[in-house]
Structures are given as C-alpha cells and as structure tokens.
C-alpha cells in the first residue's frame, strides 16, 4: 500500500505531532537528555507559539500520560472548570442570553493548560521549566515560520478586531498582519515567558521549587493580576451580537490546579483503549468500540459503503449518549459501568441496520433521564456572518482545514505521553495587552440548564471534545495517539483504530487511508447545530461508495482529496522498536525518531 511517508521506525525515541516544529522540538529534548515528559511539555509550549490559532497559554489540554517506572497510566486534566461568576442566573437570568457565546470574554473557563504541563513536568519530568520554555521563547523573541492557514484566520477575523477588538488588531494586525511563509514574533508572549521563568528561578535552584513558583506566577500572581484586570474593566462584542465583560477571576485561577485521575478504558481485539473520563467526549470513542465488537469489521472493506456505513450508524448510537449522559463526574452521576458494558451494549447493536438513521437515538438507563437536544439543526442558519466562533474545524469560519494540536512521544525508557493542546484560540477572544494571548472559551459547551449532566454549574469542567488516547496489549503501553478535530476527533480515531487492529495498517497506513465523519448529533460549540444524516466522505473514496451511501438512507457529501482526519500515533512493540506516523493534510504534521 502505498503511503505519503514511511512508518518512522526507531529504538531510541519517537514523536509524532500535527505540526513539524513541534515534532524536532521534542526529538531535539529526547537527544538531549530529557524524557517524554519534558519533550511533550516543551512541544506543548511551543506549538503555541507556532499555531496560535488552533492553541494559546491560556487555553486547555487533557493529557494521559504512562509512567515507565511505576508502569501506571494517569489522566492530567488541563481542562478548567467555569467561574465563580458563570451560571445559569448571571447568563439566562441577567444577560437574557439561551446560549453561552462562543467568543468573546463570557465563555472564558479558568485555563488548565499551563498548570497542566507544569504538573506533568514537575512529577515526572526531569528538566527545569527553563530549559523547557526555552523553545517557546526563542522562538517568539526571534519569529517562527507561520503556515497559510494563520494568516487565512486572521484575515477571516481582520473586520472583529479593526471594528471592535482593537488589542486583538495592535497584536496581529501590526505591520499588515502575518504573511503565509513569513517569520512573525510575538515578544509580549516571550516577555511573559521569560517573567515567569525569572518569578520562578527566585525560588531558588530547585526544580520543583522553581515550577511550584512559576504555578504561582501564572494562577496568582502577574499573569491572573492581568486576566483579572482585563475581565473586569474590558467589555467586548462576542458571538451574541452583544457585548458583555468576562466574569472570570484572579480568585477563581488562584483555588485551582490541574487533576490527576485514572483513565477509562475498554477492551477491543486484546488491546485495551485509555480515554479521559467523562467530563470529556473520549467514552463516546469506547461506546463506538464496543458497538463494532458485534460486528465482522475485519471481513470488511475499510474503503467500501458497509464499512463506512456500520462505523457512522455505530457513533451515531455512541454520541446520542455523549449527549445524554456525559458531563463532570463531580458534579453529575454519569453511568459509565453501564454505557462501555457488553449488555447495554448488545441491545443499542440492535438498533444498527442496513439503513441510515436519521433521530438521534440515546439509550435507556434506569436512574438517567438521558435528555438531548433536538432543536439542533434549526440554529444552523445562526453561524452565518458569527466570526471567529467555535473551534475552528471546519471552513464555514474561513479557516479553511483548520483544527487544533497533538502530540505523541515515545522515551527510550518507555515512558508515554500523548497529549491534545487546544483553546485560547487567537481569533476567539480579545488579546490581552499585557500578556501577548487570550482566553478560552470553553464554557460555549454548557447547557443553560443545571439539571443537565452538561449544565452549567460554578466550578464545573464543560464537557470537552478534547480527547487524547493510549492503547495497551497485555498490560504493557503499546501506543500513544489522537488527533485535532473538535467533533470528529473520537469519530477519526477509532477508524484508524480499527484499520490496525481489525485490518492490520500500520500507524502511516491507517492515517493515510481515506477517512469520513458525521454531523448528525449537536455540536459541542456554539450555536450548537447538527445536521441529521449528513455523512462526509474524502475525496479518494470512489464514487460508486458515496452512491450506496445515498442508498441507504445517508446524506452523505463527498470532500477534499485530502480533507478528512488530523491524526498522529508512536507505538512500541515487543522487540523494543519504536513506529510513529503523522498526518500529511495540510502539509505540517510530521513523526520524527531514532
């Protein structure tokens, strides 16, 4: 089969990620040293830097990470809960509004990423936080090469920040704005990076000392000074066509860190699949799992009509229950036991035919009351003219082919980490002068109702599409993987999944092999729309498997060439060799090893 480039084959190390510089970054830590722990944490920081877009300091990133010397895998949770300010009174009460923005200073949720990098750097890293930052700084201070995309997504933005987010237009906007292939600096980012290395080297020349000061830096000290200050006196216009203030706090970031949990997991053809719990979307990729066991996948053309179609009618059952079901397990009773088990999984199988669903159909669980939306697809004409709104994975903002980050890496000790960096995109909340980057806005996937497993609550985590992966075979890592993708990140990677486990593809293989996604259920981001029963399908498939599609009863559509899947994956296998595989789409993603 041919493939775009080789399966990287290693023995030293490997990593995988969505952009190039991200990937050497990394490598360039495991050369010198360093482990999986800080080659990630340094990618991490630099991909902000280089894909400011798709993920900023102040934005979220879920990680699981397997730890080679006690041989446990651990759930950092970047993901940050909503203010303080933030419920359903202050927003559907005061501000009149029935949905949560999707820009702007209102959805802002207190941002888990930095904490989250810092957390995973300082219990299992090796490195300082210096020597760690010093990719991102260097690179802010001294410009970084900016793809096409960038400069299409400030463009896509140009009118919000000259008419109504002028700290967003003296950031990007100076000098006419970045240039595809052109260098562009932000030394106000490098300047906040380097404080909070001079904050935390002040602690003196411990390393854990030195990371516990620069946790302090960010969540008390100058960093939330700044967000607490901007929120505050700084009113923008946001997705409602209003504009509002954020309600977010220096007292909100200061009573907060990053947790560590313990994964999910399921077994599927004897390797047993790690997602984040449910405050993420991660189980619904389980579910999808499950319901394929039924099924003879691997007698199955991944590139025919049956197959694409047992797949879409699978997550279609899988992420009904996301919407039923799923939310902060800290503040909501989520019946998890239930929704990965043989059983309830046996009888939702029933419900997949020969032909195409168009309800959205969640289960049936004594206790839940298993709510979903079914007003989605008449929000769909609200996108129109909304810039800058929701993730940017789709081309309706004019980012054409965008996503967010990944990254994989894989230690000569075996250590693992695969983390999903996203949020604090640059188009999607004002620049706050001071720092050189903005807010998330997270809270755009709650609910207006408390009652609801997703329900906006005050220190509550939204339930995000962030989904990071890890896979086992007997007891042992085997692989880190995942992709960018806001709804079709747990639709792309259980299709990879099954082309290697079920088809036997290698990593390279499998991401390459065309790939497909539905929009039948609500989105995760504002407005919050689904189009029942619309398929899409890349470009490469023939023809005549789009027509059987339409057959069935799919509103299927056929895309780009290139146009469907983001992904990145490192394995290990028995012998000690290490594989890694990256996506070619959008021509920046890359695997590199030794």
């Known amino acids: 089969m041919f493939t775009t480039r080789p399966e990287i084959a290693a023995t030293f190390g490997a990593v995988g990620s969505t952009h190039w510089i991200a990937s050497q970054v990394a490598m360039a830590v495991l050369e010198r040293g360093g482990n999986a722990f800080d080659a990630a944490a340094a990618a991490g920081f630099t991909l902000q830097v280089a894909e400011p877009h798709l993920n900023g300091p102040l934005g979220d990133v879920p990680i699981i990470i397997h730890d080679a010397k006690t041989g446990r895998q651990h759930v950092?949770?970047?993901?940050?809960p909503a203010p303080a300010g933030l419920s359903v009174?202050?927003?559907?009460?005061e501000l009149g509004l029935d949905l949560i923005p999707g820009t702007g200073l209102l959805p802002a949720t207190i941002p888990g990423a930095f904490d989250a990098w810092a957390t995973m750097l300082r219990d299992w890293g090796t490195w300082t936080l210096g020597e760690v930052l010093e990719f991102a700084i260097f690179y802010a201070d001294r410009g970084i090469h900016y793809v096409p995309r960038i400069a299409a997504a400030v463009?896509?933005?140009?009118?919000?920040?000259?008419?109504?987010?002028?700290?967003?237009?003296?950031?990007?906007?100076?000098d006419g704005g970045p240039k595809a292939g052109k260098l562009w600096r932000n030394p106000t980012l490098g300047a906040t990076y380097s404080r909070v290395l001079r904050e935390a080297q002040a602690a003196g020349f411990s390393r854990v000392a030195q990371i516990d000061a620069a946790r302090r830096a960010w969540y008390q000290g100058f960093v939330a000074e700044a967000i607490d200050r901007f929120c505050r006196e700084t009113e923008v216009l946001d997705a409602?066509?209003?504009?509002?203030?954020?309600?977010?706090?220096?007292?909100d970031m200061a009573g907060w860190q990053a947790p560590v949990e313990a994964p999910l997991s399921l077994d599927y053809r004897g390797t047993t699949i790690l997602k984040c719990g449910a405050w993420s979307q991660g189980p619904a990729m389980l579910q999808t799992l499950a319901l394929l066991q039924?099924?003879?996948i691997g007698a199955m053309d991944t590139l025919g009509a049956e197959f694409v179609h047992t797949v879409i009618e699978a997550m279609k059952l899988s992420f009904a229950d996301r919407e039923a079901?799923?939310?902060d397990p800290n503040f909501t009773s989520v019946p998890m036991e239930t929704l990965l088990s043989a059983a309830y999984n046996a009888e939702r199988r029933k419900l997949i035919t020969r032909e195409a669903s168009l309800e959205l159909r969640p289960g049936t669980i004594p206790g839940h009351a298993g709510w979903v939306d079914h007003k989605a697809e008449d929000r769909v004409p609200m996108l129109t003219g909304a810039a800058g709104t929701g993730e940017p994975t789709v081309s309706r903002l004019g980012v054409s082919g965008a996503d967010t980050c990944h990254v994989d890496v894989i230690d000569k000790w075996g250590n693992m980490v695969s983390a999903t960096p996203s949020g604090g995109w640059?188009?999607?909340?004002?620049?706050?002068?001071?720092?050189g980057f903005c807010l998330g806005t997270r809270s755009q996937m709650f609910w207006l109702d408390e009652n609801l497993p997703n329900g906006l609550k005050p220190g509550k985590r939204p339930r995000t599409t962030l989904s990071p992966g890890m896979a086992l075979r007997d007891g042992k890592p085997w692989m880190a993987f995942g992709t960018p993708g806001g709804e079709q990140q747990d639709q792309w990677q259980p299709i990879m999944l099954s082309r290697m486990l079920d088809h036997r593809l290698n990593i390279q293989q499998a991401i390459d092999a065309p790939s497909f996604h539905s929009e039948h259920w609500p989105s995760s981001f504002w407005p919050r729309v689904a189009r029942p029963g619309k398929t899409v399908i890349e470009g490469r498939f023939d023809p005549k498997v789009l027509?059987?599609?339409?057959?069935?009863?799919?509103?299927?559509?056929m895309g780009g060439d290139w146009s469907e899947g983001r992904l990145s994956a490192v394995r290990q296998e028995a012998d000690g060799q290490i594989f890694a595989g990256a996506n070619p789409r959008g021509m920046q993603g890359y695997a590199v090893g030794r």
Not at 164 to 171: G, I, R
């Open 240 to 251: 409602s066509g209003r504009a509002h203030r954020g309600v977010l706090t220096g007292q």
């Open 325 to 327: 079901f799923y939310g």
């Open 76 to 80: 950092i949770c970047g993901q940050g």
């Open 294 to 296: 039924g099924f003879d």
């Open 426 to 435: 640059l188009q999607s909340s004002p620049a706050i002068p001071e720092l």
């Open 547 to 557: 027509e059987e599609l339409k057959a069935r009863g799919h509103k299927a559509e």
């Open 155 to 174: 463009e896509s933005v140009r009118p919000l920040f000259e008419q109504a987010w002028p700290t967003s237009a003296a950031l990007w906007l100076r």
């Open 89 to 93: 009174a202050k927003v559907k009460g």
